[in-house]
């Protein structure tokens, strides 16, 4: 019976936290940060600066030409317990190697290193197993921007962000554009030189006994695929 109060307990303290996030920002606001506007409470509230879909696409694209060049990584579907020489990871395995930690397969989101955005990667991972190869390949650059773990407060206003554009199914391309906003909120990843990326990364490659990475559980992946989804899609209370 306890534990039963306890539980009941959590989700009324959730609810209320949702229900002040409410009333804090508007979700259809928010947007990457303007540096020419003064910052009002959380900052989330001003307008989107005036950047047109296509030319989000432009960049994006030449960003991740440049990472697909440079760190010559591939992107797979599922957990895998070691990288193969061409990477075969999935978008949160591989964003581990990059910020210099021990490689470890994932196969919840919760067994992330704490500086990781738990709904941020999250949503990669949904991302990375709803794509096929060409799309998934495009995850690359944000190897490099998903160690931005914030407060509680405003990893609940991602959480929001991110289920009240996702809570049906979304193309790849409005993917990426909800990603993107969810990673303008809060705390921005600490830069990483792209040469040490590099060289982590290719260290890991280089210990591969085998041309690619094989999932360790098929079946599993999938399941986790349609739990982030799930997640995701979970009305806000």
């Known amino acids: 019976m306890r534990r039963l109060d306890e ?12 229900r002040d996030l409410r009333q804090r920002i508007r979700l259809d606001k928010v947007g990457p940060p303007n540096p020419e506007r003064k910052e009002r409470g959380l900052g989330l509230t001003g307008s989107r600066p005036e950047i047109t879909i296509r030319e989000r696409r432009r960049t994006r694209m030449g960003t991740m030409d440049g990472f697909d060049h ?22 949160n395995e591989a964003a581990i190697v990059a910020a210099g930690f021990e490689y470890r397969p994932v196969y919840r989101v919760e067994e992330m290193p704490e500086c990781f955005s738990r709904p941020i990667c999250r949503f990669a991972m949904r991302l990375n197993d709803d794509a096929n190869d060409e799309e998934r390949q495009r995850l690359l650059p944000f190897v490099t ?21 996702a809570r049906k199914h979304v193309t790849f391309e409005q ?28 260290a890991v490659q280089g210990r591969a006994t085998t041309a690619t990475s094989v999932a360790e559980r098929p079946l599993f992946s999938k399941i986790k695929g349609w739990f982030g989804a799930a997640k995701q899609n979970e009305p806000a209370t």
């Open 7 to 18: 539980q009941e307990a959590s989700e009324t303290e959730k609810a209320k936290v949702h």
């Open 70 to 91: 440079i760190l010559n990584w591939k992107l797979k579907v599922g957990s895998h317990p070691f990288p193969g020489q061409d990477g075969g990871t999935c978008i």
């Open 145 to 165: 921007r998903l160690a931005c773990a914030d407060t509680r407060t405003t990893e609940c206003i991602r959480e929001l962000y991110i289920s009240s554009r």
């Open 175 to 202: 993917g990426l554009e909800i990603l993107e906003g969810a990673l303008a909120i809060g705390r921005q990843a600490d830069a990483l030189g792209l040469d040490g990326v590099k060289t982590r990364m290719g």
